[in-house]
């Protein structure tokens, strides 16, 4: 066998290596009301599995804003990277995922508008069984403190919700009317958490969502706040992602 083969073969089975090597950067995207401590427990998983997990803080002001603060945690990953999104950062991460070092892309009950949907088109599409989305004057949105566990987190612990539904973060009308522009899922490996008992998020609508954009769907049997409720599944979906399983 010549030189020239053999560097063609050596070379081809560094690309095949270098394809099997898992993606150890993860950036996740929290969803509207909520912060990114809920994530707390994923990423102690996580970690000792040798990831690198980072939060990208929303400010929830409007879908570029939001966009734009997820391509910024992007930019100081080295390396590629699994990105995250619950709820409405699922239409972040379809936006911010068209980075080429986004190599999946991972939706936790979640929503992912197609290019020229926006959130409130799909939520009425589909409604949820319950909603407790309130808008202020200011053109805010906020969930019913007082029903903000029942139809939010009702397999979580009173006592904890409540504390979640006084320390909402606030989402805008205008992020729920944004067209999207992009969307990412189209072109990027997916994977998708079907929250059953979801009463936020339409199960419905999500598994619709999911088969359209040909996600590997799991479901969970939780709420819409699944990734707190049942860290150590969710967990897994993100490491079958970041392995290509």
Same mark, same amino acid.
Request: glycine share 4%; aromatic share 8%.
């Given at each position: 066998m010549n030189t020239l083969r053999l560097m063609a073969i050596a070379a081809a089975m560094t690309v095949l290596s270098a394809q099997a090597e898992p993606v150890k950067n993860i950036v996740i995207v929290s969803g509207s009301f909520v912060d990114g401590s809920g994530w707390r427990v994923i990423h102690d998983i996580l970690t000792p599995k040798g990831y690198k997990v980072t939060v990208a803080a929303q400010p929830h002001t409007s879908l570029d804003d939001d966009v734009a603060a997820t391509r910024a945690i992007l930019d100081q990953q080295i390396g590629p990277v699994i990105l995250v999104g619950h709820s409405s950062g699922g239409a972040v991460?379809?936006?911010? +995922?068209?980075?080429?070092?986004?190599?999946?892309?991972?939706?936790?009950?979640?929503?992912? !508008?197609?290019?020229?949907? /926006?959130?409130? &088109?799909?939520? +009425? /599409?589909?409604?949820?069984?319950?909603? /407790?989305v309130r808008p202020t004057q200011d053109g805010h949105l906020f969930v019913d403190p007082a029903r903000f566990h029942d139809d939010v987190a009702a397999d979580l612990p009173v006592n904890r919700t409540n504390y979640m539904a006084i320390s909402q973060v606030p989402a805008t009308v205008a992020?729920?009317? %944004? &067209?999207? @522009?992009?969307? $990412? @899922?189209?072109?990027?490996?997916?994977?998708?958490?079907?929250? %059953?008992?979801?009463? $936020?998020?339409?199960p419905d609508l999500q598994r619709w969502m999911y088969q359209r954009a040909g996600a590997k769907v799991t479901e969970?049997? +939780?709420?819409?706040?699944?990734?707190? /409720?049942? !860290?150590? &599944?969710i967990a897994k979906v993100i490491d079958d992602a970041a392995n290509g399983r």
């Open positions: 991460i379809s936006a911010a +995922g068209e980075r080429d070092k986004v190599k999946a892309l991972v939706y936790v009950s979640a929503l992912l !508008p197609d290019v020229g949907e /926006s959130l409130a &088109q799909l939520l +009425g /599409s589909m409604p949820a069984p319950s909603n /407790s992020t729920f009317s %944004t &067209q999207i @522009w992009a969307a $990412a @899922w189209h072109k990027k490996p997916s994977y998708a958490v079907l929250s %059953t008992e979801d009463r $936020a998020l339409s969970v049997k +939780g709420s819409h706040l699944a990734y707190i /409720s049942q !860290p150590d &599944q």
